[in-house]
């Protein structure tokens, strides 16, 4: 019986390593027939001796692992149901927690043909939050609810993580304070029966957390850390920055503890309380640990500053993945499709935040890094083959370079390119980006032509950003002012989003918001329209200050970050002081706009260049991106508010 499992188990490995085609060496040829037999022979060992039975489950858990090797996920999930309905009291529990976790695999598992099917995961992994329950094995029932987490966000049921990611976070030990006090501070004098059950949850996550900070289980340690990744994205995507920021100091601090040491290959072994222990493979460290950084990053949406810590984060993360010399421990179990995976997601983590920092510069107005950090992108992904996986992000990325340089047309292509390239996404956040980039270029452009086809287009892309959650909640209200036709309807569209993006800390956006609505008050409110023109000013200055004061005055000491944005102020400003009859201030705003317009001129100058080298077939940056129709297959002046926080983790680490 052993050895028909160890044949089998081989056999799985060679099939996963991709040996067993006709490209492969003859010995592992036709391979799964032997694997199927090795599996059929021991399966009707078990079968016929009594005491062999507990070990059908191992051979019934060996052909899933083949069945979904060779995409038969429906055969797959039968199998599993097979066995699972065969189970009784009598199995060990390391048994019947292996069969139930495949068999959610199996059920996340998907197909051309095959759906992942996310409502039997779910109930799946109540039945087993149950059975760990009744059997004392905590920690299976706390994997079981962070487990849940993680269906809910990947099958972006939204209403339901925000409830599942306290009750994870309360079974972990988590206490955030600040949480804490706004829960309190929101009660009233007549919520007494409320004020004392918020007592009660207090004690018990006072009582939880103390129980496992005296046993920190590396299974424990490995589901907080991704718990409070996920509850980072979780809030970041609904814009609460403070609660986001909360739960990043909290995995700093984790971090911080080596608490990666406890699980080094990713291999863990979990003690039941009754049989042997449970084997689990969770993931590898070394990817959270990359990830940790871009988490990191995408928390920090405040890009204005001379050192802001969005950028520093995923410019320290890119220097995490360069360092070849840091080799990546695996099991000694692992096979190579496992290291082929880990090398994948290495890979990926790489191009996500190399993805990041174009947009980070293309914001920040620093186009060179941005025209870099997109070369090297290109280059990382043909390299490790994700090109197809990032061309429409790749694509959508150059639209918005283009569209900062001033290059329309070449803009606007790159916008329907993205989108069309991104068609047949799941998610489809790529194509709405690029349909609000082309939306907002061409009412920018004042295209009167197509009027009632932009109003539509329009429209289209105010619902859709509606139906994708808080994080384009503020540009379908900005779209809603620009289409209103009375004042009251604008001012109430604009300081909604005003109100959103400064709860999510986005001063990028933040700047826009200020501009149109200083716009509206400049000949009936000129003190507030004023007020808003500065704090609109400094903003746009901070959008892409250097690091040293000294490379700012090298550069001429008075333009710096978003230049087409300060020129709009500088001018509204001039006009105000006109208006006013302040003669002096007028005289020193005309002299700073004239060294505006000159950095402008630059900015164009430099797109002409660009466009000319591009008609020689000179230019490197857009080189291997899709055209429009292609299909490809498969503590000064510019500190922001994100810089007065404090943070656990070091930004070097």
Known sequence: MQAYGMQAEIGLKVVSAGLSGYDGPEWARGIESEIEEAIGQGTKLCQQIASLRPFRSHFSITRAHLLLWQNQVKACRATLKREINGLNAADHSSTVYTCYFTYITALLSSTSTQPPDYSNALSTLQKVQSIAHSRGDKQISTLALATRLQVLMRAELWELVGETCDSVEEALGFAFEEEMGQRDAQQTDGENNQSGSVVMQTESQESTSSSSATEPTPLLLCM???????SILYHTRISNSKLASTRLTALHDLLDSDALENFPAGALQVTCTVGPPFHLNVTHPRILYE???LVSGVCKRDVVGRKPKRKVFVKEGLGVCEEVEKLVTMSLFSSVHEVRKVEERLNEIRADGLCEMVSICVMRSEFDQAEASLSNLIAHTRSTNLFQTYAPQITLLSAYLSHALGQIPRALDRYRSAAYLDRFSEKGFVRLAARVGEVVLRIGRGDEESEEEMQEMTLQVIKECKAHGAQFEPIARILEAILAREIIEIKKSLKSALEQVTRSLDNHLRALILALMANMYL???????????????????????????????????SVVGNVPLGLWVGEKFLELYRRAGKDSKARRQAELNVGMQHAMDRILQRSESEAVE???????VEEGLPSDGMEVDGQDE?????????DGMDEGA
């Not at 907080?224 to 996920?230: A, D, E, G, P, S």
């Not at 808003?532 to 001429?556: H, R, V, W």
């Open 614 to 620: 591009d008609v020689g077939g000179e230019t490197s």
């Open 291 to 293: 990830l940790a950084f």
């Open 224 to 230: 907080k850390i991704q718990v409070l990744m996920l």
């Open 523 to 557: 000949l009936t409110a000129s003190d507030h329209a004023q007020l808003m023109l500065k704090t609109c000013q400094q903003l746009a200055s901070g959008l892409g200050a250097p690091e040293d004061k000294a490379n700012e005055l090298l550069n001429g000491g």
């Open 638 to 646: 510019y500190r922001s508010d994100e810089e007065e926080e404090g």
